[in-house]
Antibody, heavy 118, light 106 residues
Framework: EIQLQESGPGLVKPSQSLSLTCSVTGYTITSGYDWSWIRKFPGNKMEWMGY???????NYNPSLKSRISITRDTSKNQFFLQLNSVTTEDTATYYCARLGVYYGLGYWGQGVMVTVSS | DTVLTQSPALAVSPGERVTISCKASESVSTRMHWYQQKPGQQPKLLIYKASNLASGVPARFSGSGSGTDFTLTIDPVEADDTATYFCQQSWNGPYTFGAGTKLELK
């Protein structure tokens, strides 16, 4: 069974960096698909942030391009999100998910709520 | 960005048929997917590529459409279907989501 699990701090100070880890079990992230980060803001709006592909290439939402980095550790079957210079507007629930462009976001982590506050 | 506009909140009675719409601001071919999200849970894929039922999803759910107009149908609706339903496109970058349609049971 494929499972994804996010981890990371639930509270980040403004201007600092937000760093999250997605641990994947049941599937090797280098075998296929695009490994994505999505966030859901208070009030329900969902935003696709970007992905790292099975080959290691990245694709980011242009609205975040200057602040976001998605990397991976293939030895641990994990991928990571770093979002720099956060503000209170980055307060959201962050999800990692497996994306197939033809098949949608078929597997999701349970999400981690991150609050940006001093 | 491709804007996805969803129908507003709906309230239906169990046993009825409900359609939830999603209109794209530009063509997304058939790269439209539907998700169900219940409070406190992660989204769950229901329909991929407009009309394909995801694994394990009851046949009460179906999807249709292409280009800019898409529909998710639940027939018949059950009490457990109370949730928010999102559409999402993966044709134009950046991938985008609809604002969600909250389905309530009477």
């Amino acid at each position: 069974e494929i499972q994804l699990q996010e981890s990371g701090p639930g509270l980040v100070k403004p201007s600092q960096s937000l760093s999250l880890t997605c641990s994947v079990t049941g599937y090797t992230i280098t075998s296929g698909y695009d490994w994505s980060w999505i966030r859901k803001f208070p009030g329900n709006k969902m935003e696709w942030m970007g992905y790292i592909s099975y080959s290691g290439s990245t694709n980011y939402n242009p609205s975040l391009k200057s602040r976001i980095s998605i990397t991976r550790d293939t030895s641990k079957n994990q991928f990571f999100l770093q979002l720099n210079s956060v503000t209170t507007e980055d307060t959201a629930t962050y999800y990692c998910a497996r994306l197939g462009v033809y098949y949608g976001l078929g597997y999701w982590g349970q999400g981690v709520m991150v609050t940006v506050s001093s | 960005d491709t804007v996805l506009t969803q129908s507003p909140a709906l309230a239906v009675s169990p046993g009825e048929r409900v359609t939830i719409s999603c209109k794209a601001s530009e063509s997304v071919s058939t790269r439209m997917h539907w998700y169900q999200q219940k409070p406190g849970q992660q989204p769950k894929l229901l329909i991929y590529k407009a009309s394909n039922l995801a694994s394990g999803v009851p046949a009460r759910f179906s999807g249709s459409g292409s280009g800019t107009d898409f529909t998710l149908t639940i027939d018949p609706v059950e009490a457990d279907d109370t949730a928010t339903y999102f559409c999402q496109q993966s044709w134009n970058g950046p991938y985008t989501f609809g604002a969600g349609t909250k389905l309530e049971l009477k």
